[in-house]
């Protein structure tokens, strides 16, 4: 059975930083592409990066280019989220999810986390 698990989220004042974690279990964790998604109130769930396998390849959304690192940890089987310079738009439920291959769209991903929720505040 697959699990991810994000943990880090929290309450955040704008300009702090924050990182995020994804414990995954029950896949070759290699094998997979792993992306952070986040899902604001009212709105579409929206890709904010991924990272490749092996990561090599990572690819940002406009949103958090800049302010955002991506990286895993193949040997312990998690993926973080760094996340500098936090904005109160950044405020959402945080989602890792992986897939086969590279993607931004939700509902290609295999497998989802439960999200864990951001608040920034102004």
């Known amino acids: 059975q697959v699990q991810l698990v994000e943990s880090g989220g929290g309450l955040v004042q704008a300009g702090d930083s924050l990182r995020l974690s994804c414990a995954a279990s029950g896949l070759t964790f290699s094998n997979y592409f792993m992306g952070w998604f986040r899902q604001a109130p009212g709105k579409e769930r929206e890709f904010v990066v991924g990272?490749?396998?092996?990561?090599?390849?990572?690819f940002y959304a406009a949103s958090a280019k800049g302010r955002f690192t991506i990286f895993r940890d193949n040997a312990k089987n998690t993926v973080s989220l760094q996340m500098n310079s936090l904005k109160p738009e950044d405020t959402a439920v945080y989602y890792c999810?992986?897939?086969?291959?590279?993607?931004?769209?939700?509902?290609?991903?295999?497998?989802w986390g439960q999200g864990t929720q951001v608040t920034v505040s102004s």
């Open positions: 999810a992986a897939d086969r291959m590279y993607t931004t769209a939700p509902s290609a991903y295999d497998y």
């Open positions: 990272i490749s396998g092996n990561g090599a390849g990572v």
